[in-house]
Structures are given as structure tokens and as C-alpha cells.
């Protein structure tokens, strides 16, 4: 399978609408709503009590592939990632509270400043993370179920009694470490959940399949030379050598590569 090595990798994707709303802790920021449409039925709703003491959990496999597609907020695309329990971010955090409290967050729920939430741009839905005041040495945990802040260095933004737990109310923004302790609204104890990659499905565009290794092997070096950073070339062999494009955050995604590049009998695998 030859393909023309001018072949420019451009990724579109399904969710184009922006949403823009203003108002986070005393100062402006921005974030949006991505609403989703469940075919699951209610009972994929998690209704227990979670570690934060938190009810009406929205856990379904639904909701975090649609809040793992990437998504356009003031020109600028986000691309929701994986993530390992471990994983730890530093920057600024700021809060949002009465102007949101009772709206809809980014998977549905009701936003309930008095509630430990928060929002990130990339983390997945419901993940558990610790968040370290680096200014005054206070720590809180909080759970992930919006996005945001779009505002360059903040990477959190706390519900308001997360944001009095770390004692950052008055001041608007602090300096913070964020570091993943869990998914699923679970903070991960035994040593497999340590273990865990939060993950909804890996994607991948198979581009060729070959009797042959070296068929195969000619092929991946060709995608490697085209190939945006963000992607990778691997070969699975089974029956045959298999060629895939691998690093799609979503079927929509992996779609949409297929699409913008001709790729037509391409096929799209789900692991």
C-alpha cells in the first residue's frame, strides 16, 4: 500500500460548537458545557455515596466517550488525555461558585458549589485528584466532572468549598499541585488500582496488512515521515503484519483521520 509522502495530517473534529461563559472565583475566566446524549439507561448513574460524600455520579461508559473527544474553546482545540495514578501537574488554580451553582457541568451534572468538585481541561471525567495550596501547605481532594479553566497557567478550577478547604477564597488564585490519586470517583488503594490508566477505549487506523514483515515494515516507515507527533506507528502480528496508526482519543477521532486523509479503506479497530 504506497502513499504519497506530501500527504499533510490535518485532525478535525466532530464537536466544532464553542460554548463560552465568563465568572470564575473573583475574577473572569472561561469554560463551556459539552452536552451528550446517553443510550444507556439511568441505572449507569452510580447513586452511591462516593469518597468525597457525593451523590448523583455520573460514571457511564456514554458519558466518558463523549467527554473524551476533543473540542474547540476561543480557536484553540483540547485534547482530553489518558492518565496514570501518580500523574501530577503544577500551575495555578482558581475557583467558580453562585454564578454556576445548579447549572450543568461538562458531564451532565448539577454544578453544587458547596460540593469537592473541580474542573480540568484534559483529565478524564471523575478522576480523583489531590490539590496542594503550594502557597500555605494546605491540601484537599476533589473529583473532576467539568472542564476548564481556558485561561494560560491555570490547570484547576475548584468548586468554592474545595477552594475554602485550601483556604484560596480571597485571593482568587494560587499557586497549586495537582496529582492523580484515582478513577472513577475512586481513589485508588490496592496496589492493581495504583496500577490503573484511566482509559475509555483505545482507537487505532489500520493502514495495511502484509503477508510479509517487510511489506509491513515499509509501511510504517512511510506513515512515521507524515506523521504529526502526536501519533504513533506500530505493527500487530497475528495472522498477518498489521499496520496501525495508533493515539486516537476517540472513535470520532480516528474517523475523522480517515476522512481528512483518504483513507477510506481504512479500518477503524477498538481495543
Known sequence: ?????????????????????????????????????????????????????????????????????PYKVHGKWYYPTLAKVGDSQKGIASWYGPNFHAKKT???????????????KTLPMNTMVKVDNLENGKSTIVRINDRGPFITGRIIDLSNKAAHAINMVGKGTVSVKITVLGFNAKIAKTKEEKQQTASVGRYYVQVGAFSKLEGAKITKRKFELILEDRYSVIIKSTDLNRVWISGFRSEEEAQDFKEANGLSGALIIAK
Open 1 to 69: 500500500m504506497l502513499f504519497d509522502k506530501s500527504l499533510k495530517i490535518t485532525i478535525f473534529s466532530t464537536l466544532c460548537t464553542t460554548f463560552i461563559f465568563t465568572g470564575c472565583s473573583t475574577k473572569t475566566t472561561s469554560g463551556y458545557y459539552i452536552p451528550f446524549v446517553s443510550k444507556e439507561s439511568s441505572s449507569s448513574t452510580n447513586r452511591n455515596l462516593n469518597p468525597l460524600g457525593e451523590q448523583e455520579i455520573r460514571n457511564s461508559k456514554a458519558m466518558h466517550r463523549a467527554t473524551m473527544r
Open 106 to 120: 461538562s458531564n451532565g451534572e448539577v454544578y453544587d458549589m458547596h460540593a469537592m468538585t473541580a474542573a480540568h
